[in-house]
């Protein structure tokens, strides 16, 4: 795995139903970079990102992250490597109802087994909810979710975060704000990021954009 990359994928493949979903995709981000992926319906995007976090195993092919190769190990070791070195932002945000939201973002740490209030309150006002750590997931608007969202997979400082259309049940002026505060905080923390989507303002937000088609990945231009 070169040294510059947080995240590599070598000749990735993924065959589903009999087609070839994946077919020797390859990609490398570097820390603090955030790479967007386009791609029609079906294209593998999610297939892709399950792959980078060990939700799913390649037919063929090496996923690294923070320089370990990642897809030979056992469902154990990558779990343990998973709650170590990556943070998920889901589209549907996955914010545990029975958690405040304070409790929802301390759940990385908490499953590390290191916890840390101070952390907690960090991120928390780095996303701008320092006054909703004490409040119920149904009190917070769907952009207040998705701030939690980012905060909890920023938490642990992942050496990748990868982010599923993000901003895909937000109004257009939430997801701008959405993505401005994903896109800085990745940075910030030297993350590797990847963005899934589908929309223009999150491909112009990234420092690369790559379409997913045929089963690779191909510079794309974004206007």
């Not at 029609?40 to 060990?54: D, F, I, P, Y």
């Not at 590797?192 to 223009?200: E, N, R």
């Amino acid at each position: 795995m070169p040294a510059s990359a947080a995240l590599e994928t070598r000749q990735l493949a993924k065959r589903l139903g009999g087609r070839a979903v994946l077919a020797g995709c390859d990609l490398a981000v570097a820390p603090g970079e955030v790479v967007a992926i386009l791609g029609e319906s079906g294209a593998g995007k999610s297939t892709l990102l399950n792959l980078v976090a060990g939700l799913d195993t390649p037919d063929s092919g090496e996923v690294w992250l923070a320089g370990q190769r990642f897809d030979d190990r056992s469902d154990d070791v990558r779990t343990l490597l998973r709650r170590r070195a990556v943070g998920f932002v889901f589209q549907a945000f996955h914010v545990l109802p029975h958690l405040t939201v304070g409790q929802n973002v301390a759940l990385p740490l908490a499953l590390l087994g290191t916890p840390s209030p101070a952390r907690v309150a960090e991120l928390l006002a780095a996303v701008g909810l320092a006054d909703r750590a004490d409040s119920w997931p149904r009190e917070l608007s769907g952009g207040e979710l998705q701030r939690v969202a980012v905060a909890r997979a920023l938490v642990h400082r992942p050496a990748v975060l990868l982010a599923d259309e993000p901003t895909g049940n937000l109004d257009p002026d939430t997801a701008g704000q959405v993505l401005d505060l994903l896109v800085r905080e990745t940075r910030a923390q030297r993350a590797a990021g990847v963005l899934v989507t589908h929309s223009a303002l999150a491909a112009r937000s990234a420092d690369r954009v790559l379409r997913l088609t045929g089963g690779r990945l191909v510079p794309e231009a974004v206007a």
